[in-house]
């Protein structure tokens, strides 16, 4: 089973007048849905757009796993546990929140700011705050995170190329850039495919510069 949530379909949000443009996948604030809680373990997929010197004010988490994709632009990024870093396209950051941590993410950068950030749960409550920057992940390897029982694959494919699809109990797949065809659908940037017990599945670019990021999880929460 497939089912197809268009960009222009995503629920609005963040502050314009400020510079942050948000377009959420999953349920939030005056746009509740109780049919759309989350996916899995995925309880949100932000595509974020900052301009510069935009940002959000320190504001807390707990009990959440908050994965950053880095698509144009820096993201600068403070937290209360001491860490200060710089965040760039092609990089990945991971925030494991656990009982409680507090984090800043600006703009501070001449250029926009495009980022996508997922919020997973973790089997397990609690805990140390964590916090890692993955620079260049590859296609071949995939970002494990144990802690929500999930698997990050990324796919940059070129017009007309194909890739394989893990096949899992649960898929997310979230077009980044470009255009792709999967399952009989075509996708473009912004769309999103939720897979349940799909099998021998693959991409298929149909447009240049293809960029996909699919979450591989199990059904059992």
Do not use: K
């Amino acid at each position: 089973m497939i089912r197809i949530q268009r960009g222009a379909e995503r629920y609005p949000g963040g502050d314009p007048e400020a510079g942050i443009d948000t377009r959420h996948a999953f349920s939030f604030g005056r746009f509740y849905d109780p049919d759309n809680l989350r996916f899995g373990a995925l309880l949100a997929c932000n595509e974020e757009r900052l301009a510069p010197g935009a940002g959000f004010d320190e504001h807390p988490h707990s009990h959440t796993e908050i994965v950053t994709w880095v698509v144009e632009g820096e993201l600068t990024h403070r937290d209360s546990t001491g860490h200060a870093t710089v965040v760039r396209a092609g990089d990945l950051q991971r925030l494991s929140s656990a009982a409680g941590v507090r984090h800043v993410e600006r703009n501070d950068g001449p250029e926009p700011l495009v980022f996508v950030q997922m919020w997973l749960a973790p089997l397990e409550p609690g805990g140390e705050p964590r916090y890692e920057v993955v620079p260049g992940i590859a296609d071949a390897t995939p970002y494990a995170l144990p802690e929500s029982g999930a698997l990050l694959h990324v796919r940059r494919l070129a017009l007309g190329e194909r890739a394989a699809v893990p096949d899992a109990e649960l898929l997310y797949a979230h077009v980044v850039r470009g255009t792709v065809r999967l399952a009989g659908e075509e996708l473009a940037a912004g769309d999103a495919a939720r897979v349940t017990g799909g099998t021998d599945l693959a991409l298929l670019a149909t447009g240049e510069d293809t960029e996909v990021l699919l979450w591989e999880m199990t059904a059992a929460r």
